[in-house]
């Protein structure tokens, strides 16, 4: 689907984000769901970081999360800055792809899909 694989889909433990998770994992046929405390509670950001900083970079890995979280983090993973230039929708994803060797952790901005994008794949 989207011409992209997926190994893993990270996601907040939220009841909406989870769903989000099942969505997009049913139909990238990707079974590996992990729950990170850091996409629901800001406090918990910098763990996220530091988890992130260890992903093998040819590893394809979706967040999905809450806003204003996800937009602030993924501007930060991709630019360095933290600001809230990016918008997460209710039920959006991001996907991105991480740069070896970078500390802090960042990453290259491959997509992000909004929950009407979502609502189009699960339709087929």
């Known amino acids: 689907a989207l011409g992209v694989g997926c190994d893993e889909i990270w996601h907040s433990p939220l009841v909406r984000a989870v769903e989000t998770a099942r969505i997009v ?10 729950v990170q405390e850091g996409l629901a509670d800001e406090t918990e950001g910098e763990a996220l970081f530091d ?6 970079p040819n590893h394809e890995l979706f967040l999905v999360g809450h806003q204003p979280y996800m937009g602030e983090w993924t501007v930060r993973l991709i630019s360095g800055a933290v600001t809230d230039l990016v918008s997460v929708s209710k039920s959006g994803v991001v996907c991105l792809d991480p740069i070896p060797g970078t500390k802090p952790p960042k990453a290259q901005l491959r997509w992000l899909l909004r929950s009407k994008h979502l609502q189009m794949i699960a339709k087929g």
């Open 25 to 34: 994992g049913g139909e990238m046929n990707c079974d590996r769901l992990v």
């Open 51 to 56: 988890s992130l900083s260890k992903v093998d």
